[in-house]
Nanobody
C-alpha cells in the first residue's frame, strides 16, 4: 500500500482558493482508486472526491463544481484544487488509497467568513 504525505492546507477567507497536494511513496497505478477525505471539527471523516484511471469518478455534493481532483503521474502526486471555499470546508484533509488502512497525517484547512 502507498504511503502518502499531504500538504497545502492553511488559512483562507471565504471565496478564496487553496490547492492541496498528496505525494505518494511510489508510482500510483491507474487502477488504484485514490481519494481525498476530510474530517470537520467534531464530526466523522467524510469523502470529498475519488479518482481512478486518472479521472474523477465521484465528488461529494458538498464540493461538486467547486473542488477538482487530479493527478500528476510523473510526480506521484494527487491534487485537490479547492475554489470558492466556504467556512464549512474547514477540516483536516487526507488523501487515501481506497481499500487500505493507511492514512497520512492530513493537512488542516481553515476557512473564515
Amino acid at each position: 500500500q502507498l504511503q502518502t504525505v499531504e500538504s497545502g492546507g492553511g488559512l483562507a477567507k471565504a471565496g478564496e482558493s487553496l490547492r492541496l497536494s498528496c505525494v505518494a511513496s511510489e508510482f500510483i497505478p491507474s487502477f488504484i482508486t485514490m481519494g481525498w477525505y476530510r474530517q470537520p471539527p467534531g464530526k466523522q471523516r467524510e469523502l470529498v472526491a475519488l479518482l481512478r484511471n486518472n479521472r474523477p469518478v465521484k465528488y461529494s455534493p458538498l464540493v461538486k463544481d467547486r473542488f477538482t481532483i487530479s493527478i500528476d503521474n510523473a510526480k506521484n502526486t494527487l491534487y485537490l484544487q479547492m475554489n470558492d471555499l466556504k467556512p464549512e470546508d474547514t477540516a483536516v484533509y487526507y488523501c487515501h488509497q481506497v481499500g487500505t488502512d493507511s492514512w497520512g497525517q492530513g493537512t488542516q484547512v481553515t476557512v473564515s467568513s
